[in-house]
């Protein structure tokens, strides 16, 4: 029997089988309370009734409807959170199914509730190159939600800016380029769902090419359907791909779609069913904007809107002008109608479905306590400046005007507020600035003696404040401001802050004396402190234009390469010691001490550093999983399988380990045998191998091989003698399809010469030896599969399997992934044009390893971080894991010596990579660590280490050889050695 395809069978019987009594409970519980439900009730369910006026009192009849009707949720405005609190607690007492509670925070809970965080506007966020800072910000929103008792949030915007004048949507966009803001808005929904809230995508099917506001009119989008299909549905596309759970329906008339001039999409059973349905497949709970606005009901009585809502497919009726009426005629339809009583069943249970899955199965009240220091943790205000920090677009730095210099004489200039905060935080660093502030009232009067007074200035620099997100009110800019503005250009070269919407530059005269443009894109205290680190060289710019101006487009930005002159790190997300899922081992694992945290600011500094190496390149994403003391303390996943977005890195997802192979497969193989005297080190190949006797080869000792000073070449290009000169596979070698002579599968539809991995050993055993001393090889490692094989009658995935991976509970560590794991889980590696002629994607990278079939000694396993995370912690705790002992605690301490370090100046253990004898040399390991150490590097851009010393483990997995390996920005930026650093620096050696 196959024991690997037994298990990962059972495996997989046993989580279909949870989950599917998962959806049972789910079933039954939707069930039970839709038949307990009388008609009335279960058209309640689909009532969304508006809670509160902005800054008003709290309806009165809320509580009539929900003892009456039993509606199906609320949707609250701008209140206090504690009163908003208190009323949520009340209310969901009342009612006889918990009420599904709903707000827009499209920027966070300060878009309606009083004294909490605000975060940037969408359009800032679109000019963040890293999506998955949008991610975590996605995280924290639904984290401040779910406090508040909140269980909808209707966000993100989904909707394509192309329009510079639309009056309503604007900066609530991501931007004009439909891939980005599909991005954007689902790494947002994702963030937010991640933690357990529902989302909307919003306005389906698009309110960016709109000239009007659906509040208060219905607007039209005059595209054609191909022009719709490939700008306003994009982004609706890629969020309902991703798995976007929610969607809402705008107040929009789409001639191209709607054949019944001047009906609003919510209203369109073409919109609504056959598109959004059918068409793009969306299952999720579709919500109606709100039916209280004017747009809708420019062709359809306001009476009547909910019913006709409702029969062209929505499910919750967000906001009905008349509540007892919307019920009264829905009920109505549904007891005469089939096809309305068929849609209320499907609306109905979906609702309750979706209650289920927030938890309003196991409703709690709302805990009052410590409320507004929940919602103000450092770590929220941590990532709004981060966000602010990614944000800062540069357009223009003539002369590299940014950062200022010392020697010239500078005037700050502030238009708008009461205070220069940007003068204040530029002399707080020691420049010696002038600083003239007004507010924009002001302006006019002030102009000409700021004028003439400006001219004896080197360099002018103006901020622009206390502006708007609307483009109906100038963005809050008056006249004053860029008349004043367009005559200081006109005699000083100047450096221009806009802490606006982009969409304002085409107020101003940008001329050749605009040496320096910054977009800071809101007039927000952390905007301003990004632009004055900018501007004093603290802080690099990295964001882009998500909009498109008349003179720079959309994408433009300087995004700057060089170090910044002081380390200004800034956290991304919640402490990063959170359980991972159950399922997992390394998290079963008892704690052996007392748990140890990491120091915020130590995750902070490891999420920077992560996010700074996918934004210079050096890697897609990657996985990084920390250990002290037997504990997790940090687990993060960071960016995607490819660049520009696609498969977000998740925990369970598998990377080529490459060279870690070494040890997490031959040196623990061989350890083993080792521990039950099954094999002794000092023996050479020709012990093993007869036909090696009275070669030179043969002579080679086990220990010289796995501490490479055997005197082997580093590797020979094996693959070269298969392909022609243009790199492509020839016939003689290869062939498209398996078959009796060719059953080696070196990648997709490529299948090798069966005898080819023999052709191997024999062309090694006459590679010429050099003199023994310490030479990194591949070539012995070769071996190791083999001599496995000869001592156990197993191959060594079979042994592995039995003797470590199976009872260590490993099941995302093996050889020839494909065979048990989909594509999709999968990082791909490297798009080979010089061998395989493809991207390389669950196949080994190795092309030694892949003309062996994917299993060999020195290179081919696939892992996550975790199952890597636990081997080391098992090495750590001396060959102990969970109770069981794998390895006597001397062969683990036999095995991580250095052995040959003063006879051979060999740092290497056996199998092991060390510290640099005395520290000196380069190494990709933190030189903070301890000489006791030890681990690996891989070439696909891998690294494991542990250290006695401090008890810690490190774990960092990426795909940086995508596409191409060179060059290697891995190695040139040092993250890896800059996290390992962090590690240390948070728990130092002899602490």
Request: hydrophobic share 40%; proline share 5%; charged share 20%.
């Amino acid at each position: 029997m196959n024991i690997k395809k037994y298990v990962l069978g059972f495996f997989v019987l046993a989580v279909t089988a949870s989950q599917c009594l998962a959806q049972d409970a789910e079933t039954r519980w939707v069930d039970s309370v839709y038949n307990s439900l009388t008609m009335e009730q279960r058209v309640a369910q689909l009532i969304c009734m508006r809670a509160n006026n902005p800054s008003k009192p709290f309806f009165p009849e809320v509580a009539t409807y929900i003892k009456k009707y039993n509606i199906g949720g609320v949707c609250f405005f701008r209140a206090d959170a504690e009163a908003q609190v208190k009323q949520t607690n009340e209310w969901q007492a009342l009612a006889q199914t918990p009420l599904m509670v709903s707000i827009d925070a499209e920027w966070g809970l300060a878009m309606r509730v009083n004294k909490t965080l605000a975060y940037p506007y969408q359009m800032t966020l679109g000019a963040i190159a890293d999506d998955q800072l949008v991610y975590e910000m996605g995280q924290q929103v639904a984290e401040q939600c779910q406090r508040m008792g909140i269980h909808v949030n209707f966000a993100p915007v989904a909707d394509v800016n192309s329009n510079p004048s639309n009056p309503i949507i604007g900066m609530r966009s991501f931007g004009e380029n439909p891939e980005k803001v599909g991005d954007m808005a689902s790494a947002y929904a994702l963030g937010m769902q991640s933690n357990g809230l529902i989302t909307t995508m919003k306005h389906f099917p698009g309110h960016g090419n709109t000239s009007t506001d659906s509040h208060l009119t219905l607007p039209t989008v005059t595209r054609t359907m191909d022009e719709v299909r490939d700008i306003e549905l994009a982004p609706f596309r890629k969020m309902i791909a991703s798995g976007a759970n929610g969607a809402m329906v705008g107040h929009l008339y789409f001639p191209a779609i709607e054949t019944v001039k001047n009906t609003s999409s919510s209203l369109s059973r073409g919109v609504v069913t056959d598109l959004l349905k059918e068409e793009m497949g969306f299952e999720g709970l579709i919500f109606t904007d709100g039916l209280d606005m004017k747009g809708v009901s420019e062709k359809v009585r306001q009476d009547s809107v909910p019913y006709v809502a409702f029969m062209a497919g929505n499910d919750v009726l967000i906001l009905p002008s008349n509540v007892p009426f919307a019920i009264k005629t829905i009920k109505a339809a549904a007891e005469r109608d089939e096809q309305a009583a068929a849609r209320l069943e499907e609306s109905c249970k979906k609702i309750l479905r979706y209650k289920y899955r927030v938890g309003l199965n196991h409703y709690k009240p709302v805990s009052a306590a410590n409320l507004m220091t929940d919602l103000k943790k450092p770590a929220y205000t941590e990532l709004r400046q981060l966000l602010y920090d990614e944000a800062i677009t540069l357009l223009r730095n003539e002369g590299d005007v940014i950062p200022l210099a010392n020697n010239k004489k500078i005037a700050v200039v502030t238009i708008g507020n009461t205070k220069n905060d940007v003068n204040n935080g530029l002399t707080e660093r020691g420049f010696a600035t002038t600083s003239f502030v007004t507010k924009k009232e002001d302006i006019a009067a002030k102009s000409a003696d700021w004028l003439k007074k400006l001219e004896a200035y080197d360099l002018v620099v103006v901020s622009i404040e206390k502006t708007s997100m609307f483009a109906n009110s100038n963005y809050g800019i008056n006249a004053e401001t860029v008349k004043f503005f367009n005559r200081l250009v006109a005699q000083n070269d100047v450096i221009l802050n806009l802490f606006a919407c982009p969409y304002a530059l085409d107020m101003f005269r940008i001329n050749n004396s605009v040496k320096g443009l910054v977009v800071a894109y809101q007039d927000e205290v952390p905007a301003v402190d990004a632009v004055v680190r900018l501007l004093a060289g603290e802080l690099e710019a990295h964001g882009t234009l998500p909009v498109s101006v008349t003179k720079f487009s959309c994408g433009d930005g300087i995004v700057a390469d060089a170090p910044v002159k002081t380390n200004h790190i800034l956290p991304s997300k919640e402490q990063p010691s959170k359980a991972m899922p159950n399922v997992d081992p390394l998290m079963q694992k008892p704690a052996t001490k007392a748990f140890e945290p990491l120091p915020e600011r130590a995750a902070y500094k490891l999420d920077s550093v992560a996010k700074m190496g996918i934004r210079k390149g050096a890697y897609p994403g990657c996985q990084i999983v920390a250990m002290k003391d037997g504990n997790v303390v940090y687990d993060k996943c960071f960016g995607t399988f490819t660049y520009g977005g696609g498969h977000r890195v998740q925990p369970d997802d598998l990377y080529d380990i490459a060279s870690c192979t070494k040890i997490f497969a031959s040196t623990l193989a061989i350890m083993k045998l080792y521990d039950d005297g099954m094999i002794d080190l000092n023996k050479t190949l020709a012990d093993f191998f007869p036909y090696l006797k009275g070669k030179a080869h043969g002579k080679l000792k086990l220990i010289d091989i796995m501490t490479h000073q055997a005197g082997l070449k580093a590797w020979v290009p094996f693959y070269k003698v298969t392909v022609d000169e243009n790199g492509q596979p020839m016939e003689e070698f290869y062939s498209d399809e398996m078959d009796e002579n060719h059953n080696i599968r070196v990648a997709e539809n490529l299948f090798l010469i069966s005898d080819y991995p023999d052709r191997i050993f024999d062309s090694v055993s006459k590679t010429p030896l050099g003199k023994k001393k310490y030479l990194y090889s591949d070539m012995g490692f070769y071996y190791m599969p083999k001599l496995v094989k000869l001592i156990t009658n197993q191959s060594i995935e079979d042994y592995l399997n039995e003797k470590f991976y199976y009872p260590m509970n490993l099941s995302h560590i093996c050889y020839q992934p494909l065979n048990h794991f989909t594509r999709d889980q999968i990082a791909p590696t490297e798009n080979d044009t010089v061998f395989r002629q493809q991207l390389v994607w669950g196949d080994v990278h190795d092309q030694a390893a892949a003309m062996f079939g994917g299993v060999a000694g020195h290179a081919g396993l696939f892992s996550n971080a975790r199952d890597l995370a636990a081997i080391m912690q098992m090495l750590l705790d001396e060959g102990t894991y969970e109770g069981v002992q794998y390895l006597k605690p001397q062969t683990v301490r036999y095995f991580t010596k250095a052995h040959f370090a003063s006879s051979n100046n060999n740092r290497r253990g056996i199998g092991f990579d060390k510290l640099p004898i005395d520290k000196k040399g380069s190494c990709t390991e933190s030189k903070l660590g301890s000489m006791k150490g030890y681990g690996h590097t891989g070439f696909t851009g891998t690294f494991v280490w542990a250290d006695p010393a401090n008890k810690t483990v490190f774990i960092f997995l990426s795909n940086r050889v995508h596409p191409y390996p060179d060059p290697n920005k891995l190695v040139k930026t040092g993250v890896r050695t800059a996290l390992h650093d962090i590690l240390y620096e948070a728990y130092p050696i002899g602490e």
